[in-house]
């Protein structure tokens, strides 16, 4: 099936640590991005990447960090330096054509704080 | 500074009591307006794409159009399975490659 995974489902975090969230896609697309949605707030982007290998940041980059090694993989990296990490974090995917372009999202990882 | 807001926050309806939701934009040079279904713990669902003024869409009891100024989704008769909260996004020429959501309308359809 083509889609879009994300892993792990829940993640908990302690004080001071790093922990990094997973985003697979099997569906050829160029681009990916990473959004952050919080209660009763509209999804923010914290980075996206248009080509393996560059990524830009989004509006809310601090304290988060990405790669984009292969084409099919951009996990990102909550670290210590996000004072708030709880968040329900979602990975998109989508493709151009035509100059048109529809972004497709994954089932979501839900970080929480210990 | 690019706006999407949309109202109402919250609606409930009837099984088969039809209704609108709308997202209503301030922006400068619209590329395109999305409307996603989230259903509580899931990733948001693609629906539609609208990208001019007069465009409509539709996929079952939903039905998506488009203004100058703000978007319409039109649910007809809808069921309890309709129940989540809509998604309203846009792309300018400002963002680049980044939706611009609104807030979101949770909607519960009892029967």
């Known amino acids: 099936d083509g889609g879009i995974t994300q892993s792990p489902k829940y993640l908990f975090r302690k004080e001071g640590q790093n922990v990094t969230l997973s985003c697979e896609q099997n569906?050829?697309?160029?681009?990916m991005y990473w959004y952050r949605q919080d209660p009763g707030q509209g999804l923010r982007l914290i980075y996206y990447s248009q080509i393996v290998n560059d990524f830009q940041k989004g509006d809310i980059a601090e304290g988060y960090s990405v790669s984009r090694e292969k084409k099919e993989s951009f996990p990102l990296t909550v670290t210590s330096a996000q004072k708030n990490p709880t968040a329900f974090y979602l990975c998109?995917?989508?493709?151009?054509?035509?100059?048109?372009?529809?972004?497709?999202f994954g089932p979501g990882t839900r970080l929480l704080v210990l | 500074e690019d706006q999407v807001t949309q109202s109402p926050e919250a609606l409930r309806l009837q099984e088969g009591e039809s209704s609108s939701l709308n997202c209503s934009y301030t922006?400068?040079?619209?590329?395109?307006l999305f409307w996603y279904r989230q259903d509580p713990g899931k990733g948001p669902e693609f629906l539609f794409t609208?990208?001019?003024a007069g465009e409509e869409k539709e996929k079952e009891r939903l039905k998506a159009t488009l203004t100058k100024k703000e978007s319409f989704l039109h649910i007809t008769a809808p069921k309890p399975e309709d129940s989540a909260t809509y998604l309203c996004?846009?792309?300018?020429?400002?963002?680049?490659?980044?939706?611009?959501f609104g807030k979101g309308t949770s909607l519960l359809v009892t029967p």
């Open positions: 998109a995917s989508s493709i151009q054509r035509g100059g048109k372009e529809t972004q497709y």
């Open positions: 609208l990208y001019s």
């Open positions: 569906l050829n697309h160029d681009a």
């Open positions: 922006v400068s040079g619209l590329r395109g």
């Open positions: 996004a846009v792309i300018t020429a400002n963002s680049g490659y980044e939706l611009n």
